[in-house]
């Protein structure tokens, strides 16, 4: 039972819609009016690099961990977005068994995707109470722009967590998605969600209608960045990057609450944790172009962090409130309605 601390959430809260390199470590406006630029950096992909196997392990510094660790691993971590030139860090959460218990006082290796079909090392972190860590890199650490896979490896049993490090320049431009009942139908289809995966059945949570289509319009055909910012705590990492994958929803960063309480379905639980993400991204110097939603902590959260509402795109039945767009059920409209809009001048090429 793997994914009781998952169904412990789901009942806590409901399904509502208001939803190292080792030494170093330690303004465009939006839209696409304007010409698109062609003198800008290429966005290097370095994601598909083998993962190191069959590394050594090393003796559990908790003799309580060696039973901690007797039950399955529920490791995550958070995708992060880092403004070129600047220091960020690289966070996992990493626990153990039914009751999801934190791993705490142990090493954890952390490599990146060496862009030459590898991985190297950029250093290690012991977990601390809560199981956590986060492995700082300096300005000058930092790789060139573009997208590299993140490898977290507990030293003591090489169980692992993955994310993407994403590194753009300042004026790249976003579209923010929320995913429980605006690519997916209904909040209940995250229960279907995790009865699929724990059961194994065949169906899987059903997206919107066009869901698939307006992701990969924005992205592909329109050239912004996207963000699956969701309410969903962290214990559900592994299913919700596995349903993006799965349904084929194209690349983008995905965000979920470090805190379970974050999930709690108000503005002042998950609209909160949304808008603080997001002004977190406008003070490292991006910009937010659109956002797409379906609850009152949605709109909230985008307001705050300055999305035009003529850019605040709501399903179901809390579209058009406080001056947003009103989207409907499906995207089927709404892809005719925004299809003919320009690329956005992004400050590099993909």
């Not at 208001?18 to 406006?29: A, H, K, Q, S």
């Not at 993140?150 to 049993?157: A, C, E, P, Q």
């Not at 307001?303 to 709501?314: D, F, M, P, S, V």
Request: hydrophobic share 35%; net charge negative.
């Amino acid at each position: 039972m793997r994914y009781l601390p998952t169904l412990l959430v789901i009942a806590l809260f409901g399904c509502t819609g208001t939803e190292t390199l080792d030494g170093l470590v330690d303004g465009i406006e939006p839209g696409g009016e304007s010409e698109q630029n062609t003198e800008t950096e290429q966005f290097r992909s370095c994601v598909d690099g083998e993962i190191p196997r069959d590394l050594p392990t090393v003796t559990w510094t908790r003799f309580s961990n060696r039973f901690i660790t007797l039950g399955h691993p529920w490791h995550s971590a958070q995708d992060v977005v880092a403004a070129a030139g600047s220091a960020t860090a690289l966070a996992g959460k990493f626990s153990y068994g039914t009751f999801s218990k934190d791993l705490e006082g142990e090493r954890i290796e952390v490599w990146i995707d060496d862009c030459a079909g590898g991985y190297r090392r950029l250093g290690e972190r012991v977990t601390d109470s809560d199981g956590r860590i986060a492995l700082p890199l300096d300005a000058l650490a930092l790789p060139e722009i573009g997208e590299y896979g993140l490898y977290f490896r507990v030293m003591g049993d090489n169980s692992d967590a993955r994310a993407v490090l994403r590194v753009y320049p300042v004026g790249s431009q976003f579209i923010v998605f929320d995913i429980d009942a605006t690519l997916t139908t209904s909040d209940t289809e995250l229960v279907g969600q995790l009865i699929h995966e724990i059961l194994g059945s065949d169906s899987q949570p059903e997206p919107r209608e066009g869901a698939v289509a307006i992701t990969e319009l924005r992205h592909r055909d329109q050239k912004y960045e996207l963000i699956y910012l969701t309410g969903r705590p962290y214990l559900l990492d592994g299913i919700t990057r596995d349903w993006l994958v799965d349904l084929g929803f194209p690349g983008g960063t995905v965000h979920l609450t470090d805190e379970v309480a974050d999930s709690w379905p108000s503005e002042s639980a998950v609209g909160d944790y949304k808008a603080d993400f997001l002004r977190q991204l406008i003070d490292a110097g991006f910009v937010l172009y659109a956002g797409y939603g379906n609850a009152t902590s949605d709109i909230y959260a985008y307001e705050e962090a300055g999305i035009a509402k003529q850019r605040t795109y709501i399903l179901g039945e809390h579209g058009g409130e406080s001056q947003t767009v009103a989207v409907g059920e499906t995207y089927t409209e709404h892809i005719a309605e925004v299809g003919g809009e320009a690329p956005a001048n992004q400050p590099f090429r993909r």
